[in-house]
């Protein structure tokens, strides 16, 4: 079987996968957030937390608890961290310094999980399953929750409550992510993930001398690093290493991971606001970025340059034998496209198109479909956008799902697209600018500045991928990186709130002959190319630095 027709099939098998959960799971969720009953566990941890989940919220009070619950979780990272070498069942590590431990903290609670450490050479069990893994599944209802926000914010109206922020939190957690990440993890273990809290073993190496590995609950952790789009791995290598990823089923089945839960919240959309196929204009324009890209990562990682990579069948650096071009290809763009980061092969290693192709699947805002909860409300953004613009096109005043987009709600939405490419195009330019950051580069010229460039990327987006070229463990980057992070993630939420409680303070909108279809494949390629223009093409100079003339150089 050729390299090319392996890839086709593992395409035509995720998607099957991915179509058969799609209702049965979009429609649980709507049915979770939509209901006004308590389980019993659930109970207990509101007595718990000291929270009212009848108590309806406005979007300042929403937001107060998001904000309240990241801090609290930033600093307990931290603390643990800190504390680490006094902790037992910490194998022996030392603990961590306070500028890591500063950007670990907020690399986890701000669903980044960007690591400039070696994972299995500085966190022991406690904090790997303590701190890490806990902060997976919350960091990720979180965002679930604020996307749950918006649509109420959609489907609400004359009430300015959008729900409540500790019923979503918690509910999400429980009913959602919980009970899918154990059959997930039983999966992953009878593939051949290592899941165990043992300690560390000297083994012999082929040609003589001995190496250090140490167990660890890897499978569990796996589980909801990709079902939570969080990507930050037990080791190092991340899902290259045999222990997190042994082989093309466990590869399949990962990617499945990622991509199940920010797909079938558009099938939760459609529900909650009454209208299915407003969900199947949502995920048409996300699944038309996803295959674009996919095809294009294949064709520029295929193309033969000349008599090595012929008889490598194509771009194999930096790539695992076992997976290939083609599984590594639908990996990269899967875990670049959602807020993921995991990463089977080494995006460094990539062709120049190719790590450009990793590098604006974040800069798109990660939307198709993107992260838990934020792929959802980033793609709802878009859409206002292009309504608005439909309307300038038109002469009449946009509409969206029967709420009119007026000044308000368009200052609130520009907001939301300029300030994560601020974060990157700054940070980046401070960092090239000024000589220590420099210095933390492998490359000089056009790949030396894709590093950098992918380093705030992936920051501000909240992915955590590296284009593993760079030294980041450093004071410079891990500070700033921090910072890019936890305002990249936080920033957005708050005009997505603000947002949310001004639509569902609205009258709805009688729907006249003039109403603009949203539900209609016009309007989902409105919304591509809504995506492409004003997204895509705010980072064109930078990535015409970078990865663009290192691939035309090539």
């Given at each position: 079987?050729?390299?090319?027709?392996?890839?086709?099939?593992?395409?035509?098998?995720?998607?099957?996968?991915l179509a058969l959960a799609y209702r049965p799971l979009g429609d649980h969720m709507a049915r979770v957030y939509s209901s006004t009953k308590h389980l019993r566990i659930e109970r207990?941890?509101?007595?718990?937390?000291?929270?009212?989940?009848?108590?309806?919220?406005?979007?300042?009070?929403?937001?107060?608890?998001?904000?309240?619950?990241?801090?609290?979780?930033?600093?307990?990272?931290?603390?643990?961290?800190?504390?680490?070498?006094?902790?037992?069942?910490?194998?022996?590590?030392?603990?961590?310094?306070?500028?890591?431990?500063?950007?670990?903290?907020?690399?986890?609670?701000?669903?980044?999980?960007?690591?400039?450490?070696?994972?299995?050479?500085?966190?022991?069990?406690?904090?790997?399953?303590?701190?890490?893994?806990?902060?997976?599944?919350?960091?990720?209802?979180?965002?679930?929750?604020?996307?749950?926000?918006?649509?109420?914010?959609?489907?609400?109206?004359?009430?300015?409550?959008?729900?409540?922020?500790?019923?979503?939190?918690?509910?999400?957690?429980?009913?959602?992510?919980?009970?899918?990440?154990?059959?997930?993890?039983?999966?992953?273990?009878?593939?051949?993930?290592?899941?165990?809290?043992?300690?560390?073993?000297?083994?012999?190496?082929?040609?003589?001398?001995?190496?250090?590995?140490?167990?660890?609950?890897?499978?569990?952790?796996?589980?909801?690093?990709?079902?939570?789009?969080?990507?930050?791995?037990?080791?190092?290598?991340?899902?290259?290493?045999?222990?997190?990823?042994?082989?093309?089923?466990?590869?399949?089945?990962?990617?499945?991971?990622?991509?199940?839960?920010?797909?079938?919240?558009?099938?939760?959309?459609?529900?909650?606001?009454?209208?299915?196929?407003?969900?199947?204009?949502?995920?048409?324009?996300?699944?038309?970025?996803?295959?674009?890209?996919?095809?294009?990562?294949?064709?520029?990682?295929?193309?033969?340059?000349?008599?090595?990579?012929?008889?490598?069948?194509?771009?194999?650096?930096?790539?695992?034998?076992?997976?290939?071009?083609?599984?590594?290809?639908?990996?990269?763009?899967?875990?670049?496209?959602?807020?993921?980061?995991?990463?089977?092969?080494?995006?460094?290693?990539?062709?120049?198109?190719?790590?450009?192709?990793?590098?604006?699947?974040?800069?798109?805002?990660?939307?198709?479909?993107?992260?838990?909860?934020?792929?959802?409300?980033?793609?709802?953004?878009?859409?206002?956008?292009?309504?608005?613009?439909?309307?300038?096109?038109?002469?009449?005043?946009?509409?969206?799902?029967?709420?009119?987009?007026?000044?308000?709600?368009?200052?609130?939405?520009?907001?939301?697209?300029?300030?994560?490419?601020?974060?990157?195009?700054?940070?980046?330019?401070?960092?090239?600018?000024?000589?220590t950051p420099a210095d933390s580069m492998t490359n000089t010229g056009a790949h030396g500045f894709s590093e950098i460039l992918y380093a705030y990327t992936s920051g501000a987006n909240?992915?955590?991928?590296?284009?593993?070229?760079?030294?980041?463990?450093?004071?410079?980057?891990?500070?700033?990186?921090?910072?890019?992070?936890?305002?990249?993630?936080?920033?957005?939420?708050?005009?997505?709130?603000?947002?949310?409680?001004?639509?569902?303070?609205?009258?709805?909108?009688?729907?006249?002959?003039?109403?603009?279809?949203?539900?209609?494949?016009?309007?989902?390629?409105?919304?591509?190319?809504?995506?492409?223009?004003?997204?895509?093409?705010?980072?064109?100079?930078?990535?015409?630095?970078?990865?663009?003339?290192?691939?035309?150089?090539?």
């Amino acid at each position: 079987m050729s390299p090319v027709l392996a890839g086709v099939l593992q395409m035509l098998a995720l998607v099957a996968a991915l179509a058969l959960a799609y209702r049965p799971l979009g429609d649980h969720m709507a049915r979770v957030y939509s209901s006004t009953k308590h389980l019993r566990i659930e109970r207990w941890i509101y007595r718990a937390i000291g929270a009212d989940p009848a108590t309806g919220m406005r979007w300042p009070a929403y937001l107060r608890g998001v904000l309240a619950f990241s801090a609290v979780g930033v600093l307990f990272l931290y603390a643990l961290q800190r504390l680490q070498g006094t902790l037992p069942g910490s194998l022996g590590f030392a603990s961590i310094d306070p500028d890591q431990a500063f950007n670990t903290a907020a690399s986890f609670v701000a669903n980044t999980n960007w690591q400039s450490y070696y994972g299995e050479q500085a966190m022991g069990h406690v904090v790997q399953t303590g701190g890490l893994a806990v902060q997976n599944f919350v960091s990720a209802a979180v965002g679930m929750a604020v996307a749950v926000a918006l649509v109420r914010g959609f489907a609400r109206s004359r009430t300015g409550e959008l729900g409540n922020f500790w019923a979503d939190l918690v509910r999400g957690t429980v009913r959602v992510l919980l009970p899918l990440s154990v059959v997930g993890a039983l999966v992953l273990v009878a593939t051949g993930v290592i899941q165990n809290f043992s300690g560390i073993h000297e083994v012999g190496q082929f040609g003589g001398g001995t190496q250090q590995w140490n167990g660890g609950a890897v499978a569990s952790q796996e589980v909801i690093k990709e079902l939570g789009t969080n990507g930050g791995g037990y080791f190092n290598a991340n899902s290259s290493h045999p222990f997190e990823n042994p082989d093309g089923l466990s590869n399949l089945f990962e990617i499945f991971l990622i991509l199940l839960i920010p797909s079938a919240m558009t099938r939760t959309f459609g529900r909650m606001v009454g209208c299915p196929k407003q969900g199947y204009a949502i995920l048409a324009t996300m699944a038309t970025v996803w295959l674009g890209f996919t095809a294009l990562m294949m064709w520029t990682e295929f193309s033969h340059h000349g008599p090595a990579f012929d008889l490598a069948g194509g771009a194999m650096e930096g790539k695992e034998t076992r997976f290939g071009i083609a599984g590594s290809s639908v990996f990269a763009v899967a875990t670049t496209l959602t807020s993921t980061g995991a990463v089977n092969s080494f995006h460094s290693s990539y062709t120049g198109l190719g790590g450009g192709i990793t590098m604006l699947g974040m800069q798109l805002g990660e939307i198709a479909p993107g992260g838990v909860g934020s792929g959802l409300y980033g793609m709802l953004i878009t859409a206002i956008v292009a309504v608005f613009l439909a309307g300038l096109m038109v002469g009449r005043t946009p509409e969206y799902l029967g709420k009119r987009i007026g000044t308000r709600e368009i200052k609130f939405t520009a907001c939301y697209i300029l300030v994560t490419p601020a974060l990157v195009l700054c940070f980046t330019a401070a960092a090239v600018a000024l000589p220590t950051p420099a210095d933390s580069m492998t490359n000089t010229g056009a790949h030396g500045f894709s590093e950098i460039l992918y380093a705030y990327t992936s920051g501000a987006n909240n992915n955590g991928s590296a284009f593993a070229g760079l030294n980041a463990d450093t004071q410079w980057f891990n500070t700033t990186l921090g910072i890019v992070m936890l305002l990249g993630r936080f920033l957005p939420m708050v005009f997505v709130l603000a947002l949310a409680g001004s639509l569902a303070r609205q009258s709805p909108v009688p729907v006249t002959a003039g109403t603009l279809g949203t539900q209609k494949p016009i309007f989902s390629g409105l919304l591509l190319a809504t995506v492409v223009v004003v997204t895509g093409l705010t980072y064109f100079p930078a990535l015409a630095l970078g990865p663009l003339a290192e691939g035309l150089a090539s």
